[in-house]
């Protein structure tokens, strides 16, 4: 539930998981903890957009990143991210 104050943080979670692009690397890291070199071939796109997408999703607090070796991995952590896309994945009524 939001308070009184104005849902600044909120607003901004909403609008980065509004880009499709975000919406499915989100999707994606919801089913499974990634890398950004997996990211990027299972979804098409070029490293340095993946990057970018991520850094936005990162600052936003939708992902957080988690050190794996040499690598550096991203995991959706945020209940409330995982909440949003659940719904969105559920048949409307």
């Known amino acids: 539930m939001l308070d009184g104050a104005l849902p600044t ?8 998981l509004g880009h499709p692009v975000r919406l499915m690397i989100v999707s994606q890291l919801i089913e499974q903890e990634c890398c950004v070199g997996t990211l990027w071939n299972r ?5 340095a957009e993946t990057s970018r997408h991520l850094a936005l ?36 009524d």
């Open 57 to 92: 999703l990162r600052r936003v607090g939708a992902v957080e990143t988690v050190r794996q070796g040499r690598n550096i991995c991203y995991r959706v952590s945020n209940p409330i991210t995982r909440r949003l896309l659940s719904a969105l994945q559920k048949p409307a």
């Open 9 to 16: 943080k909120e607003a901004r979670l909403l609008k980065a």
């Open 43 to 47: 979804l098409g796109l070029n490293q």
